[in-house]
T-cell receptor, first 113, second 116 residues
């Protein structure tokens, strides 16, 4: 079975642009979470979606938004990109509510010039 | 507020040595979950273990073992007879047990280098 898949793998943008990152969860998983990992740090929670509804939001500005589609895939959008948005963006999926572990994709490495 | 501290930024060992990665956590919840993830250079976070706050039994899985002590709020990870393939960044993470919030709070990670 395929794991969590993210696209694109790498992305280069300039300040002020916007970006859309995509995530497909493991088949059967209904919950998707997004994390930002800056170099040398642990991942920071951005959003969690379950059954197409936002269930959690981290301490990120409104420039960050996300949504989950009926097939449980998800998009993370970031507007008005800043240099500080350069990071590895990780998507994680889990079966749903409960205590199941989150399974992570390989991430999208976003570089802002 | 939740917090996870991994005081060891980097550890370097020689193959076959045992190594312990420390994790100390803070939470006000009585029910919570602790995790360890491995991040090889490829970037993907690989799930290693989940531990519930009400289950203090230590666990062993092959060369890996975990020591959970609520009294000291620690959840340490030991690799026995380390191998070069164990080289990676290891993250400890905490999730509160309430509701359907899946937020994981991660430590800053420990970079483990196993030299041949």
């Amino acid at each position: 079975d395929a794991g969590v898949t993210q696209s694109p793998t790498h992305l280069i943008k300039t300040r002020g642009q916007h970006v859309t990152l995509r995530c497909s969860p493991i088949s059967g998983h209904k919950s998707v979470s997004w994390y930002q990992q800056v170099l040398g740090q642990g991942p920071q929670f951005i959003f969690q979606y379950y059954e197409k509804e936002e269930r959690g939001r981290g301490n990120f500005p409104d420039r960050f938004s996300a949504r989950q589609f009926p097939n449980y895939s998800s998009e993370l959008n970031v507007n008005a990109l800043l240099l500080g948005d350069s990071a590895l963006y990780l998507c994680a999926s889990s079966l749903g509510v409960g205590n199941q572990p989150q399974h992570f994709g390989d991430g999208t490495r976003l570089s802002i010039l | 507020a939740q917090k996870v501290t991994q005081a060891q930024t980097e550890i370097s060992v020689v193959e076959k040595e045992d190594v312990t990665l420390d994790c100390v956590y803070e939470t006000r919840d009585t029910t919570y979950y602790l995790f360890w993830y491995k991040q090889p250079p490829s970037g993907e976070l690989v799930f290693l273990i989940r531990r519930n706050s009400f289950d203090e039994q230590n666990e062993i899985s092959g060369r890996y073992s975990w020591n959970f002590q609520k009294s000291t709020s620690s959840f340490n990870f030991t690799i026995t007879a380390s191998q070069v393939v164990d080289s990676a960044v290891y993250f400890c993470a905490l999730r509160d047990g309430g509701g359907s919030n899946y937020k994981l709070t991660f430590g800053k990670g420990t970079l483990l280098t196993v030299n041949p």
